[in-house]
């Protein structure tokens, strides 16, 4: 009896070796071809799935020789450093497994060389080219690594930031990095696209704003015709200056007979082929004044005709004249055809003062023309430009 125990028990023992060994090949049996996961080119790694490998194998060099990939193992995948691979060329990868040693190929990308981009001088703005399909573009200060990532679209948001960004830095010049993002691989059938080599772009300093006054006698401005200008509010349109612009053409709202709006505009240097535009200049033109109250009861001035020893003189009477605030007055003759608004004039600077014109100064037929001084800007004492104010005529009967 006990015999036949320890026969039948070695069958068993028997059984169990070969059951055992024919699992371990069934297991062995389960080992599938390597997969590419994803090919990460920020952290340049590429996962491969080992489908049941316990070792994956790399050749560079067209299968002729094989080495095992030393890499980081997270559950079934290998996380393989490709740092080696070149970025001038595509580099083949031959892959397989220790259990299942099928062959794959995968072909890491090459970076591209074709992207460009420059500052243009007589546009202000970054040109770019060699972006093929690509979306966004990334840029950064030299002195900085804060990438910032753009759309090529110049309608979006991130776009217009950046041109308000670029302008900003043209005050006093600067260097920035450009570059094209990389799109991770998903798979062996897209292996992505590497991120572009960053472009050096220097932006000039721009030169500085003209010097831009108003002339309160003349009542035009210093411009030239290599400038421009854009009055604020009237939308981003510059336009072309002429030599010594008028007050009239340039902001004709200011005016008292246009409503005396108070404008405010900028001026520049025009850019050149070569050049960009300069930095901006402001000049403020306040709405103009009324003109003096002038008549026989004028409160500023008086007019009246002489009498007894001053009989046939014309008596003046500035009555709020005063050194902050002349009053001016010009004599047109009958025999003046074209008046030249901009000289002639004789300013006024004590109340009360009195003028004595006789016929011969004043004939008849003639107008006197009255307006309250313009007062010329002086930025070191804080005083604005203020232009003269409309003309009173006062015709001599």
Known sequence: MKKNVKIIAGLIMAWM??????TGEARAD???TVEIGVTDYEALTME?????NTIIYSSLDNKKTWSEIDGVIVGDK????IQFASSASDVNVWLKGDKDSKVIKVVIPKQSSTFKAKYDRGTGTIVMSGYEDRTTFRWHKSTDDNYQTVSFDTNNASYRKFENEIEKLTTKGAKIMIGLPGRNGTGIDDMGVRPVKEVTVTIPKRSSAPNVKINVTKLT????????YQVIGSGDDWKTCTKNMSVSDIAPSVLYENGSKTVAIKFRNAA???????????????GQNAGPAVGTSGKDVKIEAGTGKLAGKTIITFNTASKTAPVE???????????????GWKAIKQAGKVVKLSERQLPKGSKVLFRFKGINANASKGIEAVI?????TYNVA
């Open 272 to 286: 050149t082929s070569s050049r960009p535009a300069s930095l901006e200049s402001f000049v403020t033109i306040k």
């Open 329 to 343: 007055y010009k004599i047109v003759k009958p025999n003046e055809t074209e008046v030249n608004y901009t000289k």
């Open 221 to 228: 401005l210093n411009t030239r015709d290599k400038m421009e």
């Open 17 to 22: 070796l070969v059951a055992a060994a024919f």
């Open 30 to 32: 389960e080992a599938q």
């Open 78 to 81: 290998l996380i393989m450093d």
């Open 388 to 392: 003269p104010s409309a003309y009173i």
């Open 48 to 52: 491969i799935i080992r489908n049941g």
